[in-house]
């Protein structure tokens, strides 16, 4: 292999783990997280962290595919995918939480020219300010750790395959690596863009927010029920 076939390719990588921050998946995991975050440099991490738990996942895989010749199978795949599924029912389900925790509902009655009425009233909680401080490590934890899951499901799972057509073993973790380190600018970038308008919202519209994070939970909460459908019942995974 030259020199310019081996830049080439190391340049593809590193296009590809751009384009790989786009999947929806991964779009739908970072958001609800990002949802949470009142600050852009804040979310930019989240992304961040996500990344090196990506490329951290796409590395040991890389590392069992060339030492240990190990091969994964399309149904060992399959639960890959199963995996990232109920783990984005989950995180929908949390965002929706928390978009509504706090609301307080109860039942006013009342009269009216001897009528007696029943009036549902919702209240939203009162703004706080929090000045809590997250230490970095808390911070990335979970990310990182839905990025680890990522890292070998989907589209990411493809770059292993691409091992079997460089030659030398070296060549080929630097490409994983390079792909890793397109997925965590993708992901920056990502994030901090999918995070301003929550933190537009947040500072000035805190039922605006609120909205967001629901619609937010709702996208992660409806594309991990698709995908449980998809490989768990179509592509037959369970049955």
């Known amino acids: 292999m030259t020199d310019a076939t081996l830049l080439t390719m190391l340049g593809l990588g590193l296009v590809l783990g751009l384009r790989h921050a786009l999947d929806p998946d991964h779009v739908a995991a970072v958001s609800t997280i990002v949802s949470e975050s009142k600050s852009i440099r804040r979310s930019s991490l989240v992304g961040t962290f996500w990344g090196l738990g990506?490329?951290?996942?796409?590395?040991?895989?890389?590392?069992?595919?060339i030492a240990l010749k190990f091969q994964i199978s399309p149904r060992l795949a399959l639960w890959m995918e199963f995996i990232v599924a109920l783990m984005l029912i989950l995180l929908?389900?949390?965002?929706l939480r928390k978009s509504v925790r706090n609301w307080k509902v109860h039942v006013h009655r009342h009269s009216h020219d001897g009528t007696e009425h029943v009036h549902v009233h919702v209240h939203r909680?009162?703004?706080?300010?929090?000045?809590?401080?997250r230490h970095l490590i808390k911070l990335g934890a979970r990310p990182f750790f839905i990025g680890l899951v990522h890292g070998m499901a989907g589209s990411g799972a493809l770059t292993i395959l691409v091992l079997a057509t460089i030659p030398s073993a070296l060549a080929g973790l630097v490409?994983?690596?390079v792909f890793g380190l397109g997925s965590i600018g993708g992901m920056f970038l990502m994030s901090a863009l999918i995070s301003l308008p929550f933190v537009l919202a947040g500072k000035r519209f805190s039922v605006f927010s609120q909205a967001l994070q629901m619609m937010v939970g709702l996208f992660s909460l409806t594309f991990g029920l698709f995908l449980v459908w998809r490989h768990g019942f179509r592509d037959g995974l369970l049955f």
């Open 125 to 133: 909680p009162r703004e706080q300010h929090s000045h809590r401080h």
């Open 92 to 95: 929908g389900i949390n965002s």
């Open 175 to 177: 490409y994983v690596a």
């Open 54 to 65: 990506h490329t951290v996942a796409l590395l040991l895989a890389g590392i069992f595919v």
